[in-house]
C-alpha cells in the first residue's frame, strides 16, 4: 500500500471472543499512523480500515494486541475465510461432543443421587473424573485460557476471561478437595468437575449454533458474489476464445447467447435480446436490448445472442460496486452500535469486580459450607454474564437489514443510513425522473403573429441541439419525427433555471420559462389562458422569442409513472408528509401533486436553491428524506437527512446519495424505509434482550435471591443462559430475513 494515500483494506479477525474485543482491536488499528478509520464488525470478524498505513504494519498492530489479522483482497480470500470459519464450527462441535461425553454422565448420576462418596473405593474413580476433566479444559476449552492469557498479557480481558476463570477455579478447587480434603470443612468437600465440562460443553456448542447462524446473515453478499461470472466468450482477431473472467479487457468484443450471464458491464454492438435484470433491480419482467443499450454483468441474457463491447471490468463493474457497497454498510455502525460497544469494552471488568464482590459478601457473610457458596456464586457469576449478546445485537441486524434491502434492489450506503431512515417524516420528491417517467414528449404547439409551427419548432429544435436536459431531447425528436429542418445555431448558453440562448440566422432566439422571458421583457399574456389549460394537464409550458419578440410556444409533458400513486400512498400511509419540490412552473406541478395526492408542492425552484429548501424544512423540525436523480439533485441530496438516488440516474447522485434504489420505481424509498424501521425495531428488542438477560441474571448468580428464597443458580443453568443468549440475538436477527416489503411484517 501507498504510505502516501488512503486506501480502504479489509481483514479477516482472528481470536475474538466477545464484543470486549472490539473496541480493543480498532484500538489497536486507530494507534498506527496513517489510519483514518477502522470499524471492527464483532459478526463478521472483520475489519474494515482507511489508512495510507502499510497492511504489514496494521497486521503487526492487530498481532501485538493479541490477536491476529489477514486482509482480505479477493472473492478467494473470502472464500478461504469461509472455508476456516467452516472448519472452526466442525471442530466446536467436536469439542462440544468431547466434553458432554465427559460431563454429561455425572451430571445424570448427580442428579439421580448416585455419585460414589469421595473417601474409600470411590477415590478412584474420582481421580479418574480429575484426569478426563482436565483433558476437558484442554481439548475442549484449550481456547479459552488461551485466549484468557493473551487478554491478560495485553493488560485486558474479555469473555475467555470469565469463561477460564470460573471453570479452571471449579477443576483447581475441585481437585483440592480431592488431593486434601481436611483443606476445608466437612460440608465444604463438594466437587464440580461435572460442572466445569458441562459448562464448557455448553458454551462450545452455543458458539457453534451462532457460528451456523451468523452464516446466514451474509446470505446476500453470497447470492451477489454467485452472480459473478466465471468465463466469458471474448472475440479476437475474428476468433471466438473461451477465458477467465479476471481477462477480460476494456473495449473487449465479447459474445452473450442465450441464457448466460452477462461477464462485465459494456454497450451493446450488434444483435438484440432481453435482459433479466432482476437479480439486481428487483424487477421482474425483463428489460429489452437493442444496439448503444448498456448492459450489466452478472443479469442473465435471455433469449437473443448478441456482441457487445466490455466498458467497465473487475472492480469497475456495477455489480462489483454494488457488492462492495453492501459489505461497507453491513460492517458500519450506526449510532446505537457504537453505544453498545462502548458498553460491551467496560462489560468484562464490570464482571470481574461483581465477581470478586461476590466473593468478599458470602466469605464474610454467606452461611456454611462457606467454602462451597463462595465457589459456586463466583463462579456464576463469571460464568452467566454474556458480552456477546450485547456485542453482537446492532451489527448483526444490521448486516440482515442492508442484505435484505439488497434483495429489493435498495444499496444502503452505511448503518448510520438504515438506523436513520426509519426517523423520517418528510419525503421530498424531485419531479423529473423521479415521479415522472423522465422522458418527456411534446405535447402541443402555439404560434404567436406570423410564425408557423415548423418556425417554432425548427428554432427551439436548433438551440436545443446543444443541450442535455431531457426537455431539449424531447423537442429535438419532435422536430425530427415531424420531418423539419434544423437550422444551425451559434453561441449557445444554457442559463440555469432559466432555458437557454443563442443566435439561429443571425437572429437572437431565446427558449425558456416565465422568468427568462421576464427578465428579456418579452410580453407572454397572449397566451395566459392557454397556458393556464396546459399546466392544468400537467404540461410544461416553454416559450420562444426571437429578437426579442413572443414567436410562439412548446408545451411538453413527462408522463407520470405508472406506480407512482400507489407507492405516494404507500408512503403516506406510513405517516410521512410527501413534498413535490421541482423548478417547474407551478401549475404544472401542482397538477402532478393533484393527480398522485401530494401533500405540499414547491415549485419554481432553481437548481442551486433545492439545498436551501430541504435545510429549510429541517430547520422547522422535519426529518427530511429527499429524492432525486439529476446532478443538480446532488446538493440537496447530500443536505437531506438521508437522501434517495434513483439508480437510473446520474452517477454524481448516486455518490451524494445514502441509499441507492437501483430500479425507477417510488416504491423503493417506501421499502427502504419499511426495512429501516423493521432492523431498528429488531436493534431494540436484541438491546433490551442482552440488558435484561445481563441486567437480571448476574445478581441472581451472585446470590440475591438467597437471602428471601433460599434459591441458587446451578452453575450448568448459568453455563446454558449464557451460550444460548448469544444464540437468541443471532436467531432474532435472521427473522428479518423473512421481512415482507409493502406488508411491512416479517
Not at 451493446?268 to 419482467?285: C, F, K, R, Y
Not at 420531418?483 to 449557445?492: I, L, Q, V, W, Y
Not at 406510513?574 to 412552473?585: A, F, H, I, N, S
Amino acid at each position: 500500500m501507498d504510505a502516501h494515500t488512503s486506501t480502504n483494506v479489509r481483514f479477516s479477525i482472528g481470536g475474538m471472543s466477545c464484543a470486549g474485543c472490539v473496541a480493543t482491536v480498532e484500538d489497536a488499528l486507530r494507534s498506527v499512523p496513517g489510519v483514518q478509520s477502522a470499524t471492527v464488525n464483532f459478526a463478521e470478524h472483520t475489519a474494515d480500515v482507511v489508512a495510507a498505513a502499510d497492511v504489514e504494519a496494521l497486521v503487526k498492530a492487530v498481532r501485538d494486541a493479541g490477536y491476529d489479522a489477514a486482509e482480505l483482497k479477493s472473492a478467494a480470500d473470502e472464500a478461504q475465510k469461509e472455508a476456516e470459519e467452516m472448519a472452526y464450527y466442525r471442530a466446536l462441535l467436536r469439542k462440544s461432543g468431547a466434553a458432554a461425553f465427559v460431563g454429561a454422565p455425572l451430571f445424570v448420576m448427580g442428579v439421580f443421587g448416585a455419585m460414589p462418596v469421595l473417601s474409600g473405593g470411590g477415590r478412584s474413580f474420582w481421580f479418574l473424573v480429575c484426569v478426563a476433566s482436565l483433558f476437558v479444559l484442554y481439548y475442549s476449552g484449550g481456547q479459552f485460557f488461551r485466549g484468557a492469557w493473551k487478554s491478560f498479557r495485553n493488560h485486558n480481558a474479555n469473555m475467555d476471561t470469565l469463561i477460564a476463570l470460573g471453570t479452571g477455579t471449579a477443576w483447581v478447587y475441585s481437585t483440592v478437595i480431592l488431593l486434601v480434603p481436611d483443606l476445608v470443612p466437612v460440608q465444604s468437600q463438594h466437587v464440580y468437575f461435572e460442572a466445569a465440562a458441562i459448562i464448557i460443553a455448553l458454551i462450545n456448542f452455543g458458539s457453534a449454533l451462532e457460528m451456523r447462524a451468523r452464516g446466514k446473515t451474509s446470505e446476500a453478499i453470497k447470492r451477489l458474489i454467485g452472480l459473478q461470472a466465471k468465463s466469458a466468450r471474448v472475440v479476437r482477431n475474428g476468433v471466438e476464445l473461451d477465458v477467465a473472467i479476471e481477462q477480460v479487457g476494456l473495449d473487449d468484443t465479447v459474445r452473450v447467447r442465450p441464457g448466460e450471464k452477462i461477464p462485465v458491464d459494456g454497450v451493446v454492438l450488434d444483435g438484440h435480446s432481453t435482459i433479466d435484470e432482476s437479480m439486481l433491480t428487483g424487477e421482474p419482467m425483463p428489460v429489452t436490448k437493442q444496439i448503444g443499450d448498456p448492459v450489466t454483468g452478472g443479469t442473465i441474457n435471455k433469449v437473443g445472442s448478441f456482441l457487445y463491447k466490455a466498458t467497465r471490468i473487475g472492480q469497475d463493474t456495477a455489480l462489483a460496486r454494488i457488492i462492495d457497497m453492501v459489505r461497507q454498510a453491513q460492517n458500519s455502525k450506526p449510532a446505537i452500535g457504537r453505544l453498545a460497544d462502548r458498553i460491551a469494552a467496560v462489560f468484562v471488568p464490570t464482571v470481574l469486580l461483581i465477581a470478586l464482590l461476590t466473593f468478599m459478601v458470602w466469605l464474610n457473610f454467606g452461611p456454611e459450607p462457606r467454602a462451597s457458596y463462595v465457589l459456586v456464586t463466583t463462579m456464576t457469576v463469571l460464568i452467566i454474564a454474556c458480552p456477546c449478546a450485547l456485542g453482537l445485537a446492532t451489527p448483526i441486524s444490521i448486516m440482515v437489514g442492508v442484505g435484505k434491502a439488497a434483495e429489493y434492489g435498495i444499496l444502503i450506503r452505511d448503518g448510520e443510513a438504515l438506523q436513520r431512515a426509519g426517523d423520517l417524516d418528510t419525503i421530498v420528491l424531485d419531479k423529473t425522473g423521479t415521479v415522472t417517467a423522465g422522458k418527456p414528449q411534446v405535447v402541443a404547439i402555439e404560434t404567436a403573429a406570423e410564425w408557423t409551427e415548423e418556425q417554432v419548432l425548427s428554432n427551439a429544435a436548433a438551440l436545443e441541439m446543444g443541450s442535455e436536459h431531457p426537455l431539449a431531447d424531447a423537442v429535438v425528436q419532435a422536430a425530427r419525427q415531424r420531418g423539419f429542418s434544423t437550422p444551425e445555431s451559434r453561441g449557445f448558453m444554457a442559463i440555469a433555471g432559466h432555458g437557454v440562448a443563442g443566435q439561429v440566422g443571425g437572429r437572437a432566439v431565446f427558449f425558456g420559462n416565465r422568468r427568462l422571458m421576464q427578465r428579456e421583457r418579452v410580453d407572454v399574456s397572449v397566451f395566459e389562458d392557454t397556458v393556464a389549460a396546459l399546466t392544468a394537464q400537467a404540461a410544461t409550458p416553454i416559450y420562444l422569442a426571437v429578437d426579442g419578440v413572443l414567436a410562439g410556444l412548446v408545451a411538453v409533458a413527462d408522463p407520470v409513472k405508472p406506480d407512482a400513486g400507489a407507492a405516494i400512498g404507500h408512503l403516506r400511509s406510513m405517516g410521512l408528509k410527501v413534498v413535490l419540490l421541482t423548478g417547474d412552473v407551478r401549475a404544472t406541478a401542482e397538477a402532478v401533486a393533484r393527480q398522485l395526492a401530494i401533500d405540499q408542492v414547491i415549485a419554481e425552484v432553481l437548481p442551486g436553491d433545492k439545498a436551501d429548501v430541504v435545510a429549510q424544512l429541517q430547520a422547522s423540525g422535519a426529518v427530511v428524506g429527499m429524492v432525486g436523480d439529476g446532478i443538480n439533485d446532488a446538493p440537496a441530496l447530500a443536505r437531506a437527512d438521508v437522501g434517495f438516488a434513483i439508480g437510473t440516474g446520474t452517477d454524481v447522485a448516486i455518490e451524494s446519495a445514502a441509499i441507492t434504489l437501483m430500479r425507477g420505481s417510488l416504491h423503493g424509498v417506501a421499502d427502504a424505509i419499511g426495512i429501516s424501521r423493521a432492523t431498528v425495531r429488531n436493534i431494540h428488542q436484541n438491546l433490551f434482550g442482552a440488558f435484561i438477560y445481563n441486567t437480571l441474571g448476574i445478581p441472581v448468580a451472585a446470590g440475591v435471591l438467597y437471602p428471601f428464597m433460599g434459591v441458587l443458580l446451578n452453575p450448568v443453568i448459568a453455563g446454558a443462559a449464557m451460550a444460548m443468549s448469544s444464540v437468541t440475538v443471532v436467531f432474532n436477527a435472521n427473522r428479518l430475513r423473512f421481512y415482507r416489503a409493502r406488508s411491512n411484517t416479517i
